[in-house]
């Protein structure tokens, strides 16, 4: 994955600061411990970027969740009905497994994605090494 860094790509899988890339925005690496899925550090350590640049912010990512949760739904059609052949019914039932079990996923990539919409790498913050 080091060879994304300094794209947008790189910090919207990783979760890290859109500015510097050197840290992830949330407090839990884990979206799957659902009381802190969504919880956010305020500042980067590193550049200081803010991440809630207002308040309500991150409700635009409520419009990017949409995409995305087509896009996981739509890979498991694809795998279940097209490739394994499972009647549409029991497709049915896979996609909406398929969607609760990735709604801390797609809540986190939808944020990613809403951040990486405004802000973007700059070199220059990005973490120097130090010598001791």
Same mark, same amino acid.
């Given at each position: 994955?080091?060879?994304?860094?300094?794209?947008?790509?790189?910090?919207?899988?990783?979760?890290? @600061?859109?500015? @510097?890339?050197?840290?992830?925005?949330?407090?839990?690496?884990?979206?799957?411990?659902?009381?802190?899925?969504?919880?956010? !550090? /305020?500042? @980067?350590?590193?550049? !200081?970027?803010?991440?809630?640049? /207002?308040?309500?912010?991150?409700?635009?990512?409520?419009?990017? %969740?949409?995409?995305?949760?087509?896009?996981?739904?739509?890979?498991?059609?694809?795998? %279940?009905?097209?490739?394994?052949?499972?009647?549409?019914?029991?497709?049915?039932?896979?996609?909406?497994?398929?969607?609760?079990?990735?709604?801390?996923?797609?809540?986190?990539?939808?944020?990613?994605?809403?951040?990486?919409?405004?802000?973007?790498? /700059?070199?220059? !913050? %990005?973490? !120097? /090494?130090?010598?001791?």
């Amino acid at each position: 994955m080091k060879f994304l860094k300094g794209t947008k790509i790189y910090s919207i899988v990783k979760g890290a @600061c859109p500015v @510097c890339q050197s840290e992830s925005m949330y407090l839990e690496r884990n979206p799957y411990k659902l009381s802190k899925t969504l919880k956010m !550090k /305020e500042r @980067c350590s590193n550049c !200081k970027t803010k991440y809630k640049i /207002e308040p309500s912010f991150f409700y635009g990512a409520m419009y990017v %969740s949409y995409p995305v949760g087509l896009f996981f739904a739509g890979f498991a059609f694809v795998l %279940s009905y097209l490739v394994f052949d499972i009647g549409l019914i029991t497709t049915y039932g896979i996609i909406v497994v398929v969607m609760f079990a990735s709604l801390p996923l797609i809540l986190r990539i939808s944020r990613n994605i809403w951040i990486n919409l405004f802000m973007s790498f /700059e070199k220059t !913050k %990005s973490r !120097k /090494e130090v010598l001791k």
